[in-house]
């Protein structure tokens, strides 16, 4: 039979008007408009910088690097990171609602020991707790981190400070890793100047082919050739570099999730009170996204009548 629904007490309202992913799209459409429009106010023509053989030349390059360089796993990462840039960070919500999760599992632990979250772990899709969190079971690393790290105070023999040092190499391990198609795009972006200037040099051969010829037609291609580097720097400091940045930031946040259940597992494991835990957990949230101590405490508290009417 399934429990009842995940408990939402908070309008998950996000701090500024427009979610924070929104802003990566305004971002580069200020990066576009602004040099666009700076270009137009000084008697520019938009249809010169139509080259299509420089992007070819530049864009190809860089996507050729990219290849050289990187393993395929990075850049499935690297794939998989952007699309997520698409999508909202964990939110306020997200955290409450892994806040009661956590409770209603250190629970399980008060009342029946640490063993009686075997099935929970082993079948997260089927378990009568996390099952109501889907949003939670879509984290696959973040489902595993609680698993394994659980596993861990079930076997036992571990003290508190080595299950915390345990707990800090596997989440250094995954930010490292994490951290990786982020480095691997700036490594990009810093290749993108010379790149274009690449682009400017073969740009610059052809006008020598043409030297004799009309002055309009010589003009033509040195302008060309020009683009090529305009594309490249504007590519790299425009979009690639400020690109990879927010995917560092996006790291960030999402292993803000994995700090937030190692707090409340390590202090489950020294021995505190479901509600003490919780508050570990709490404390290691980012304040942007912070529940208060008063909306934990109802949380909780509605976490517990529900579990005492299911039992009845």
Same mark, same amino acid.
């Given at each position: 039979?399934?429990?009842?629904?995940?408990?939402?007490?908070?309008?998950?309202?996000?701090?500024?008007?427009?979610?924070?992913?929104?802003?990566?799209?305004?971002?580069?459409?200020?990066?576009?408009?602004?040099?666009?429009?700076?270009?137009?106010?000084?008697?520019? /023509?938009?249809?010169?910088?139509?080259? +299509? %053989?420089?992007?070819?030349?530049?864009? #190809?390059? @860089? *996507?050729?690097? !990219?290849?050289?360089?990187?393993?395929?796993?990075?850049?499935?990462?690297?794939?998989?990171?952007?699309?997520?840039?698409?999508?909202?960070?964990?939110?306020?919500?997200?955290?409450?609602?892994?806040?009661?999760?956590?409770?209603?599992?250190?629970?399980?632990?008060?009342?029946?020991?640490?063993?009686?979250?075997?099935?929970?772990?082993?079948?997260?899709?089927?378990?009568?707790?996390?099952?109501?969190?889907?949003?939670?079971?879509?984290?696959?690393?973040?489902?595993?981190?609680?698993?394994?790290?659980?596993?861990?105070?079930?076997?036992?023999?571990?003290?508190?400070?080595?299950?915390?040092?345990?707990?800090?190499?596997?989440?250094?391990? /995954?930010?490292?890793?994490?951290?990786? +198609? %982020?480095?691997?795009?700036?490594?990009? #972006?810093? @290749? *993108?100047?010379? !790149?274009?200037?690449?682009?400017?040099?073969?740009?610059?051969?052809?006008?020598?082919?043409?030297?004799?010829?009309?002055?309009?037609?010589?003009?033509?291609?040195?302008?060309?050739?020009?683009?090529?580097?305009?594309?490249?720097?504007?590519?790299?400091?425009?979009?690639?570099?400020?690109?990879?940045?927010?995917?560092?930031?996006?790291?960030?946040?999402?292993?803000?999730?994995?700090?937030?259940?190692?707090?409340?597992?390590?202090?489950?494991?020294?021995?505190?009170?479901?509600?003490?835990?919780?508050?570990?957990?709490?404390?290691?949230?980012?304040?942007?996204?912070?529940?208060?101590?008063?909306?934990?405490?109802?949380?909780?508290?509605?976490?517990?009548?529900?579990?005492?009417?299911? %039992?009845?």
């Amino acid at each position: 039979m399934a429990g009842p629904e995940p408990i939402h007490i908070l309008s998950g309202a996000p701090v500024f008007p427009w979610p924070l992913h929104m802003l990566l799209i305004a971002g580069l459409f200020v990066v576009i408009a602004a040099v666009a429009g700076g270009y137009l106010w000084e008697g520019g /023509r938009l249809a010169l910088l139509m080259q +299509p %053989a420089e992007f070819v030349i530049i864009g #190809g390059a @860089a *996507l050729g690097t !990219l290849l050289v360089s990187t393993p395929m796993s990075v850049i499935h990462e690297l794939l998989g990171q952007l699309k997520r840039l698409m999508t909202p960070p964990p939110g306020r919500q997200d955290y409450s609602d892994l806040l009661v999760m956590l409770y209603q599992l250190f629970r399980v632990v008060q009342s029946t020991g640490v063993m009686a979250l075997e099935p929970h772990l082993d079948n997260p899709g089927e378990s009568s707790i996390l099952s109501r969190y889907p949003k939670f079971l879509g984290r696959k690393h973040s489902v595993a981190f609680l698993a394994d790290s659980a596993r861990v105070i079930i076997v036992g023999g571990i003290s508190p400070h080595d299950f915390e040092h345990l707990m800090y190499e596997d989440l250094e391990i /995954r930010h490292r890793e994490a951290l990786h +198609p %982020a480095a691997t795009l700036t490594k990009v #972006g810093d @290749a *993108l100047p010379g !790149l274009g200037i690449v682009a400017a040099v073969l740009g610059v051969v052809i006008t020598m082919q043409a030297i004799g010829g009309p002055v309009t037609e010589i003009g033509h291609k040195v302008g060309a050739a020009l683009v090529g580097t305009f594309l490249g720097i504007l590519l790299s400091y425009g979009f690639v570099q400020p690109v990879a940045a927010n995917l560092e930031h996006r790291v960030t946040e999402e292993l803000n999730i994995e700090q937030t259940i190692k707090a409340g597992l390590l202090a489950i494991h020294k021995g505190f009170a479901p509600a003490i835990a919780v508050e570990f957990a709490r404390r290691v949230i980012p304040d942007e996204v912070r529940p208060t101590f008063e909306q934990t405490e109802q949380m909780c508290r509605d976490a517990r009548s529900d579990i005492q009417a299911q %039992a009845a």
